[in-house]
């Protein structure tokens, strides 16, 4: 080799290792940034606090479903319903696998004593939920409130690359990680109005997010009293081919009180009760 020819080469190497120095840099400064995320929403218990996607495509309620549903009672009901339903409503915003966010919703952060992220517009809400759950005998955790579309990408990537490490076949990685986590633009963690909660009893037994959660006193006692303070049950039994999601005890979704009060009377999900606003319209201006 020439001189002249020997000095190109030595350029290339130092040109291939300063490329890889600024690789490995961006990357060890992501991982960093994700762990202080994670040290910001994840006071609590490391407990995982994904949803658990039913698959399939979502049934929509039509006008037909709803008068199979309510029957002589749909008139009644309509009456009922909360005179404004505005779907711009912040309180009322829809995210499922079929209606997907771009990005976060603007709000201003509060924090609960955890340390979770939500919307400071529903802390007095919350704030009285948690007194009188406290003074009916229920010491609630918020396990997870908001979570970015990054976070919710980067859990994803996490755990299809576990998946994968423990052997299986890219297809069966991404099968089973579409079957436990919402995808990131799906998941209604990332408006700050959603909430994942569970009892401190329940954690000291050793309990966790799943569906056995059920049968503690404290998810009984949510059920029953979480709309008074405006948030509802959101991924409800029976009800997995209209929400997209598996039933979760766990899982509450801040709607304010005169919603939440009515979607509690008739049982129903967000996508139920949008869609017979939108029943209601289309039948008041006569189409
Ligand atoms: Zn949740």
Redesign the pocket.
Known sequence: MTGEGFKRVRQMVYMILLAGMVVVLGLVDQSSAFESHAKLTNQVPALK?N?RPSQGKLQVAGADQLEARFGGQLDQVLAEMPDSIDPKDWRLILVNRQALLDKEPDFEAAQTPEGQVYDQRLQGDLEALMADARAAGYDLRTI?AFRSIESQAYNRQHQYETYLNQGKSKEEAERMTDAYIAPERATE?ATGL?F?WLSQAWLDQGGGLDDSFVEDPAAQWLADNAHKYGFILRYLKDREAITGYEF?PW?YRYVGREHAAFIQRYGLSLEEYLQLARYRDQVKSGS
Request: glycine share 0%; proline share 0%; charged share 40%.
């Open positions: 606090a949803e997870s963690h959603a994942d979760e899982h």
